[in-house]
Structures are given as structure tokens and as C-alpha cells.
């Protein structure tokens, strides 16, 4: 398990275009741009794992070849989000000529959402003017907060989700690597944990690899603090059947005994009623009881009182619908 000492997100990065896994339609777009030689400025808006930064950087390496560090600089605008980064930081480098007989460079602006709204006309005026000598790659979660004179000058992409076949075939890569044997279940395990971020994904299996080379299912669970599907269903029978005692004992062993965040069980009683076939009034009243707890979490209400609360909702609007 030579393998454990070293950050697996890292070592198993894919290296070209082609390795990237989930986001075919894309990569056909991108390796269009290596066999062109010409890069416009892109847009990268997506979730979390679902290979962006994979495929800036894997872009980098096809275009530059192994100088690629030389033309290739990554920045994370949470970092510094004000307009002084875009001044010094961006601009120094934007302004520089290539190295190494290449065209242009690449500028990877990671989370460039964080960045003010000044600093993005900073950084729109940056992309005019150094246009020849550089190309931007923005990523973020949410499009929307880009301002829209930035959005214009950009090629977007939008990375979907990861679904289960893409997950599947990047831990079974990794697996058979690190010589990892997984059980009945615990793929299962890993794609319902990763809900299509294969970051979470290969955490979860080295995060079980260091306990033992033959991971299960409740390996998973238990690494990544997670209720078993199981778990939040029978927490929502017992909710929406008027059970409120159960209900908050069972609540309470997810989030005091097994120590599973608040905001991880809104997440999960989410994902399952999507999914469940119930009344649709009651369906919505459901998931509007779920926002209205995350709201509060977020804005920081006591966490247990607001999980109670939850679950006293649930029980009224269910009784509300017999």
C-alpha cells in the first residue's frame, strides 16, 4: 500500500485529454483547439471533481508539450479576489511573452466566481488588452456571477456531473493499481457517497484503503461520515408515518452518536425525496421545509434545534395530506 503515502487526487490526475473521464463531448471540443494550434478564452462552470482544473492543465500539457510549466500558470482567485491581484499578479504575468517558441501562454484562474465584481472588469480590460500573448481559462461553480462582458469574450463549457459508469471506471483504475479488492456494495457505496465528484470518490477509497486493501461498503459510510441510503429513508417513513419520537431517535444516533454533519443528512433526505414517489404536494412541501433548514444553517441557527424543527415540519405537513 505503497500508494497511501502520497495524495491519490494527484498522482492519479489524468495526465491528457483523452484519460478525462464523463466530459466526452467536451474533450472533443478541446483536443479540436491542440489540433488547430489556436486557443479562444474558455469558461469552465461546473460542480466540484467533475474535471476542470484536469482539463486545463491536461490542455496546457497538449499544447505546450513537457515546457508546459513554463507557459502554464494556475491562480486561485479566493485567494485574493479584490482588483490588486488582477493589477499585479494577473497582469505580470499576462503581459510577459511566451517562452519556448509558443504562441501564447495560459492563465488557470480557479473559483474566478470569488472575485469582486470591480476585479472582473479589472480582469475583462486584462483580457482585451493581452489578448495576443495570453488565453484565459476561468472556472467556477456558478456562471451567473461572472459578469457578462467577461462571459461574452469566453467559450463556455459546462462540466456536468460525473454519473455512476464515469465514477465506476475511475475507482476501478485506481483499485487495480493499488492492488485494492471491493466488495459487494461498496462501488455502490462510493457512487452514492461521490454524487458525481470524483474527488470525493478517490478520497473515500484511499481514505478506506489505509484501514484495509479489501474495502466494503460500511467502510465507506464510516470513512466519509455518511448515512446508508437505508438510514435516511427509514428517517423519512418514520417522519412522514407521524412517528416524531422514533423519528428524533433516529435522528439523533445519525447526528450525536455517528457525528454526521446536520447539513450532510439535509443533503441526503434531498437526494432521497427526489427520488421517492410520493404525493407532489407533499413532495414540495417536503423539499421547501429542507431549504428553509439549510437557509439557517447557513445563516447559523442552532443546528439541533433547527434538525428538530425539520423533523416536526415533516411530521405536520405529512399529517396535513391524510
Not at 435516511?232 to 418514520?238: G, H, P, Q, R
Not at 433516529?250 to 414517489?277: K, M
Amino acid at each position: 500500500m505503497e500508494g497511501n503515502h502520497t495524495i491519490w487526487i494527484e498522482k492519479y490526475r489524468p495526465r491528457r485529454l483523452d484519460d478525462i473521464v464523463g466530459q466526452n463531448d467536451i474533450v472533443v471540443r478541446l483536443k479540436s483547439y491542440v489540433k488547430t494550434g489556436n486557443l479562444p478564452h474558455l469558461l469552465f462552470a461546473g460542480s466540484a471533481g467533475v474535471g476542470k482544473t484536469t482539463a486545463a492543465v491536461a490542455l496546457a500539457r497538449e499544447f505546450f508539450g513537457d515546457s508546459w510549466q513554463t507557459n502554464f500558470r494556475e491562480m486561485n482567485a479566493s485567494d485574493e479576489r479584490g482588483i490588486d491581484v488582477v493589477r499585479t499578479q494577473i497582469k505580470e504575468f499576462a503581459r510577459t511573452s511566451p517562452l519556448g517558441g509558443a504562441e501564447f501562454k495560459i492563465l488557470f484562474l480557479d473559483e474566478a466566481d470569488a472575485l469582486t465584481t470591480d476585479a472582473q472588469a479589472a480582469l475583462r480590460r486584462t483580457m482585451e488588452t493581452y489578448a495576443r500573448t495570453c488565453r484565459f481559462i476561468l472556472s467556477c461553480n456558478y456562471s451567473s456571477k461572472i459578469i457578462d462582458p467577461i462571459q461574452s469574450r469566453c467559450a463556455i463549457y459546462r462540466f456536468r456531473p460525473l454519473d455512476r459508469e464515469a465514477v465506476i471506471e475511475g475507482i476501478g483504475r485506481i483499485a487495480a493499481a493499488e492492488g485494492l479488492t471491493l466488495a459487494e456494495g461498496a462501488l455502490d457505496a462510493i457512487v452514492y457517497v461521490a454524487a458525481g465528484d470524483m474527488r470525493k470518490a478517490i478520497n473515500a477509497l484511499q481514505g478506506a484503503a489505509i484501514i484495509s486493501p479489501r474495502i466494503d461498503e460500511k467502510m465507506i459510510y464510516a470513512i466519509t461520515a455518511t448515512a446508508r441510503p437505508d438510514e435516511i429513508d427509514e428517517l423519512l417513513d418514520l417522519s412522514i408515518g407521524g412517528r416524531f419520537d422514533e423519528a428524533e431517535r433516529a435522528l439523533s444516533d445519525l447526528t450525536g452518536v455517528r457525528g454526521i454533519a446536520p447539513n450532510e443528512v439535509l443533503n441526503q433526505c434531498y437526494r432521497a425525496l427526489v427520488q421517492r414517489d410520493i404525493d407532489r404536494a407533499l413532495k414540495v412541501k417536503l423539499i421547501d421545509a429542507i431549504g428553509e433548514a439549510d437557509f439557517r444553517l447557513s445563516e447559523g441557527a442552532n443546528s439541533d434545534i433547527q434538525m428538530e424543527a425539520l423533523i416536526a415540519r415533516f411530521v405536520l405537513a405529512a399529517a396535513g395530506h391524510r
